[in-house]
């Protein structure tokens, strides 16, 4: 008995190095993604992305990275895909304006807990969503970043909505030199 309970001890203490040693850079790489898709935003769509951005990460399917995963590294979707089995909490996350970090709570019955059988963790009720935050373009859900060994590269999904019929999905590629994170590459493997 005491032996099992070492073992398991271990694991834990092993998985939770990890999950640190994994979100020390998560910041940086969030705010650096969310400035390059700010400034794409508002020179396309003329208006400042105030988005709501979930304190819960997004789960991602090998689905949701459509064409994109072929022109990826394999090693860095692959830990994309397993990171992001669950959903997780960003609530220490404070993102850069004009986002603004949303919860559970705050949304209210805007977010709804999905119906057994389905996929996703939850569901938006963007008629709900709209009256309750009118100055707000939508909400924006992302998914833990992966990291390449040498820490030297990062993977972000997130995806933005407005409506049942009005979502985005974006892949970010970025690299790190000289202690800040940069994105190299985008996609936008799926349009709604």
């Known amino acids: 008995m005491l032996r099992a309970s070492s073992i398991a001890l ?24 969310l400035v390059r898709f700010a400034s794409g935003f508002e020179r396309s769509q003329k208006v400042a992305p105030k988005y709501l951005v979930l304190n819960e990460t997004a789960v991602v399917l090998p689905q949701d ?8 590294p394999k090693q860095l979707v692959d830990a994309l895909l397993t990171y992001n089995s669950v959903p997780q909490s960003i609530g220490r996350y404070s993102p850069p304006f004009p986002f603004r970090l949303s919860s559970a709570r705050m949304l209210g019955p805007a977010l709804t ?48 909505g407005c409506g049942s019929l009005c979502g985005h999905g974006f892949v970010y590629v970025l690299e790190k030199s000289n202690g800040t994170w940069k994105v190299v590459r985008t996609f936008s493997p799926w349009i709604e």
């Open 10 to 33: 271990l694991i834990a203490g092993f998985a939770a190095s990890s999950v640190l040693a994994q979100s020390n850079d998560d910041a940086a790489v969030l705010d650096a993604t």
């Open 65 to 72: 990275l459509g064409y994109a995963a072929k022109d990826l």
């Open 113 to 160: 807990v999905a119906r057994p059988g389905l996929v996703r963790p939850h569901y938006y009720n963007w008629d709900l969503l709209r009256a309750r935050f009118p100055e707000v373009v939508g909400v924006l859900e992302f998914a833990s970043p992966a990291y390449s060994p040498d820490g030297a590269s990062a993977l972000v999904y997130f995806w933005t």
